[in-house]
Structure formats: structure tokens, C-alpha cells
């Protein structure tokens, strides 16, 4: 059993299954997709060398049945299936809730036959279907410290604390690696923060003073990549101050450990991770 919803350009969002609108949905397109390979014939040899692989764009099939009245449903799908837009499928079942973004290539049927079935298409340039809900993981969490009984002292009493891990542990439940935002967050001058990734020894620092109260936003997800620093209300662009070495973190399927340090100010930097987990198929 599942359900699909579909979300047209201006965020118009409709539930296909359930509907009394129409009487059968059917979605193909959804096992993981086929991979192209790239390989070099030898001369005077049988087989060839294999060079790379890949994975191309996610062909989507929707099929409906309109119920009656027919000519009125079926007109009412026009509204979310618009030729060249955009549009974002949501799927859920027992396991999986997961949304995958396309352009709508065909809309087709037969409309003389007294049970119309309609066939529509979608092109998905990105083949990995991500959770509906992001993921986040802070650095630093809030320990509680009030409990009753109590009695305050003239000196006053904490009623909680940061704690800031040294390193964090993030975990990744999906079917592939995947981009990640790191937000910077600065409550005093931070001196050259870099950012390890524990498992690959691999390094992403900004040669960069942060100031009380700015913002980093570094986006490591393909298509998207950037180093964005907020300060004062504007955003600005800051890869120039990548430090030379650096790596596009992505996050590998199973357990991740990041770590971090700074020339100074260490105790004035908190980290957040967003992250959504990719999978090949439901």
C-alpha cells in the first residue's frame, strides 16, 4: 500500500491515491535506475577495459484512470501537470517517505474510450530519491541542570549548559553518499576554523575571522556548491577564502565522524549539520 502526492510549480499540492477523483494510480520509475558504463576497446583483445560508470536522469510513468465524471478529472490533473514545469512527487509506504523533483515531459491517453487512462511522464535530472524530512545534527547540546527541590543562593544558580562535543557522529541511512550543509555559527572572534572528517582525514577550513554573531553556510551537494558567510543581515559569497586542500565532504552511507579546530576561539564556534538521506529506490 502506498500513497503519492504531486506539488505543482506554485507549491499547489494534490493527493493522487485516495482520491475520489480517480479510480487507479500506478507509478513506475521508482526501483533503482539503470547506470551507464564507459569502457575502452583493446586491440587484438577480447573485452573491453572498463573507465568509469555512471548514473543518468530517473524516467518517471504515472498512470491515472479518471473516475466520473471522466472529462472533469482528467482536466483537473492539467492544473499540477504542466508541460516544461517543474514538479515534486511525493511517495510513502510502510518503509520509505520520499519526495524526487522532475519536469513533466508527456501527458498522453486515449479520450474517446469509455474508461480513459492517462499516461503522464517525468524526467528527474537527479536520480536519488531523498527523505521528505531533512536531517540535523548540532555540535553543541543544552544539559539540563534545574531540578526540584531547589534553593537559589545569593551567588545564583545555572539552570543549564552548553555542552560542545569535540567530535560528532553522524549517520547516514541511506543507499548512497550524500552532499551536506555545515552552518558556522559564531558567539566571538573565531580565528581559521577547519573541519576534519575523522574517517578520511580529509579537511574543509576557511581562512576567515568570524565575528560575534556571523553565520557560515557551506554547501557540499552537487550542482550546489558554495561557501556563503552572513554578517549583519548580508549574505556574501566567501569560496575565495578556502583554504588550499580542501575537500567537498560528502557523507557515506553507515556512521560519520567530523571533528573540528580553529587557530583561536574554539569555544566561541557551534556547528550544525543538515544533511537528507538519498536512496536508490523504494
Not at 569502457?39 to 498512470?63: H, L, M, Q, Y
Amino acid at each position: 500500500m502506498f500513497r503519492l502526492w504531486v506539488e505543482n510549480n506554485k507549491k499547489e499540492k494534490a493527493e493522487l491515491t485516495n482520491s475520489p477523483y480517480y479510480e487507479s494510480i500506478t507509478i513506475d520509475g521508482l526501483l533503482p535506475p539503470k547506470i551507464q558504463i564507459n569502457s575502452t576497446p583493446v586491440a587484438n583483445k577480447d573485452g573491453e577495459v572498463f573507465n568509469s560508470s555512471r548514473v543518468g536522469t530517473r524516467p518517471i510513468e504515472i498512470t491515472i484512470k479518471p473516475a466520473f465524471p471522466v472529462e472533469e478529472n482528467r482536466q483537473r490533473l492539467y492544473k499540477y501537470f504542466k508541460l516544461k514545469k517543474e514538479i515534486n512527487i511525493y511517495f510513502k509506504n510502510q518503509n520509505r517517505d520520499i519526495v524526487i523533483n522532475g519536469i513533466v515531459e508527456g501527458f498522453d491517453g486515449s479520450l474517446f474510450e469509455q474508461k480513459q487512462i492517462i499516461t503522464i511522464n517525468i524526467h528527474c535530472f537527479n536520480p536519488y530519491l531523498k527523505d521528505r524530512v531533512e536531517s540535523t545534527m548540532d555540535m553543541a547540546t543544552v544539559l539540563d541542570l534545574f531540578e526540584f527541590p531547589f534553593s537559589i543562593e545569593k551567588e545564583g544558580i545555572e539552570f543549564s549548559m552548553i555542552d560542545k562535543a569535540l567530535t560528532q557522529n553522524i549517520y547516514n541511512a541511506g543507499d548512497t553518499e550524500t552532499g551536506v550543509i555545515i552552518e558556522l555559527y559564531s558567539s566571538g572572534e573565531v580565528v581559521r576554523p577547519v573541519i576534519y572528517n575523522a574517517d578520511t582525514r580529509e579537511y574543509f577550513g576557511l581562512n576567515i575571522t568570524m565575528q560575534l554573531g556571523d553565520l557560515i553556510r557551506i554547501n557540499t551537494n552537487d550542482f550546489n556548491k558554495k561557501v556563503e558567510l552572513v554578517r549583519y543581515g548580508e549574505t556574501r559569497n566567501i569560496i575565495n577564502n578556502i583554504i588550499k586542500g580542501n575537500k567537498w565532504f560528502k557523507i557515506s552511507p553507515g556512521d560519520n565522524t567530523f571533528t573540528y579546530q580553529c587557530d583561536r576561539g574554539e569555544e566561541f564556534l557551534n556547528f550544525k549539520f543538515i544533511y537528507y538521506n538519498l536512496y536508490e529506490g523504494v
